[in-house]
């Protein structure tokens, strides 16, 4: 699960989040790549290749396209508080 208290900076404000590759838990991001190649509207990569939400989904399907990156995330890097 995500740790909602290492959020990555970048992230847009909203109920979807990535967590900061630093985070103790180890559940940070690892620059796989997944949820920004399956769904470039809403992940984006910072200069070092990790992710954060670059754009919070607005509809029902948007909302189900974040879900399903949120659920592949292999290191669960992908929160959503909402």
């Known amino acids: 699960m995500a740790n909602s208290e290492q959020k990555h900076p970048a992230n847009t404000p909203g109920p979807f989040y990535v967590t900061s590759p630093d985070d103790p838990e180890g559940q940070g991001c690892t620059a796989c790549t997944i949820c920004y190649?399956?769904?470039?509207?809403?992940f984006s990569e910072d200069s070092e290749g990790y992710a954060y939400v670059s754009r919070q989904p607005e509809t029902q399907a948007e909302v189900d396209l974040c879900r399903e990156q949120l659920e592949a995330?292999?290191?669960t890097a992908i929160g959503n508080d909402g």
Do not use: I, L, R, Y
Not at 37 to 42: G, M, R, S
């Open 73 to 75: 995330c292999p290191p």
């Open 37 to 42: 190649t399956a769904a470039p509207e809403f």
